[in-house]
C-alpha cells in the first residue's frame, strides 16, 4: 500500500464518489488507492466502502480544516458538490472554493473538479427565453458550478475539469422515471423536444475519473465532458417499452410546463433541459462517446443500463 498513489474522494459515498472509490479499488494491480471522505464514517455506505479497502477518512465540505487534513499527503483529489442537499448555489461555490484551497495547501498533484457549464456564457441574464432565478441565475446548479471553476485555475491547481452528463440513475432515486398516467398507460416526460438528451450510468462517471487520473499529466489543464449516449426522448422511451416489457410512450412538454410542476428544483431543471434542447449542439458537443469509451472501455449504453436496472425504476 505504502508505494500506491493516494486519490482522495470527496462525496465518496455518492453517485459519482462512490462509482470512483469502487472502480480504485477493482483495480487491485493498479498503482492508486482511495482515500474515501465521508461526513459520517459510521454510516452503512461508509463502512461497505471500509470492508472493500478504502480508507474511510471524515471530511465536511464546509469544514476547509478537515478537508485538509483530508487531503494531506494524497496524489489525487475528487472534488464534487452536492447542490440538491441545500439549493444553494452560494453554498455550492463555497463548497467548490474550500475544496479547491484545500487542494492547495495539500500540494496535490492532479484535481478533478466536476462541473458543468455556466449556462449564462449563453442565456445572459438579459435573455427572456427562460426566467431568471434567484435573481442572477438561469440554472443554478449548473452556473454556480461553472463559476466556481476560475477558483481553481486561479490558484494555479493542476486541474481537470470534468463535464457529466444526466444520470439514467435519476430514473430510479429522483423520480424522473416512466409514470402511469390518467389512461394507466406509462410516459416518460422530458422537455426536449426532438433533441438528444447526453446520459451516462453514475458509476461510469466514476469509472471516467478514474480513467483520468491513470492517464497521469495528459488531461490535466483541460475540460473532458462524457456520456454513455446521446438519445431523443423519444429513443428512451422506446428503449424503456423495450426493457419493461410494456410501452412507454414519450410526453413531450414545454419547458413551461415543466417548470409548473411544482416539486423542489422544478424551475431549475425546467430551465436545464430547456438549455440542453436550445443549445443541443454545443452541450452534445462537449461531451465526446468515444472520449469516455477510451478514458472506460466498460462504459454502459442505456440499454444496457436498463437490462441490469429495470426492476429498480419504480412505476408509480
Known amino acids: 500500500m505504502a508505494d500506491k498513489k493516494i486519490i482522495a474522494v470527496v462525496g ?7 462509482g470512483l472509490v469502487r472502480a480504485i479499488l477493482n483495480d487491485k494491480s493498479g498503482g492508486f488507492t482511495a482515500r474515501a471522505l465521508t461526513r459520517d464514517v459510521k454510516s452503512d455506505k461508509a463502512k461497505e466502502l471500509a470492508k472493500l479497502g ?3 477518512v471524515a471530511a465536511d465540505v464546509d469544514d476547509l480544516e478537515s478537508l485538509k487534513r483530508a487531503f494531506t499527503g494524497a496524489y489525487g483529489a475528487f472534488c464534487v458538490t452536492f447542490f440538491w442537499a441545500h439549493f444553494s448555489p452560494e453554498k455550492e461555490t463555497a463548497e467548490a472554493t474550500a475544496m479547491a484551497q484545500a487542494a492547495k495547501h495539500a500540494g496535490v498533484k492532479h484535481v478533478i473538479w466536476s462541473t458543468l457549464e455556466d449556462t449564462r456564457k449563453w442565456v445572459p441574464l438579459s435573455d427572456n427565453r427562460m426566467p431568471t432565478l434567484m435573481g442572477k441565475y438561469k440554472v443554478p446548479h449548473f452556473d454556480s458550478k461553472g463559476q466556481a471553476d476560475h477558483v481553481f485555475r486561479d490558484l494555479g491547481l493542476p486541474t481537470t475539469f470534468l463535464l457529466t452528463s444526466f444520470y439514467w440513475d435519476n430514473l430510479i432515486h429522483f423520480g424522473m422515471g ?5 389512461d394507466g398507460k406509462l410516459a416518460f416526460t422530458l422537455p426536449m423536444g426532438d433533441k438528444k438528451l447526453p446520459g451516462i450510468a453514475a458509476e461510469d462517471i466514476g469509472k471516467c475519473a ?11 489543464g483541460k475540460t473532458v465532458g462524457i456520456a454513455g449516449e446521446h438519445a431523443t426522448g423519444a429513443q428512451m422511451a422506446a428503449a424503456l417499452t423495450k426493457a419493461l416489457g410494456q410501452e412507454v410512450r414519450y410526453n413531450a412538454v414545454s419547458p413551461e410546463a415543466y417548470r409548473g410542476f411544482g416539486f423542489p428544483g422544478a424551475e431549475d431543471l425546467g430551465n436545464m433541459f430547456q438549455f440542453k434542447r436550445d443549445f443541443e449542439q454545443v452541450f452534445c458537443g462537449a461531451r465526446n462517446l ?8 466498460s462504459l454502459q449504453t442505456f440499454d444496457a443500463w436498463l437490462a441490469q436496472n429495470k426492476n429498480r425504476i419504480p412505476l408509480a
Open 12 to 18: 465518496a459515498t455518492g453517485a459519482q464518489g462512490g
Open 54 to 56: 478504502a480508507e474511510v
Open 178 to 182: 416512466p409514470k402511469k398516467g390518467p
Open 210 to 220: 478514474f480513467g483520468i487520473f491513470k492517464k497521469g499529466s495528459e488531461f490535466i
Open 290 to 297: 468515444d472520449v469516455a469509451r477510451a478514458l472506460n472501455p
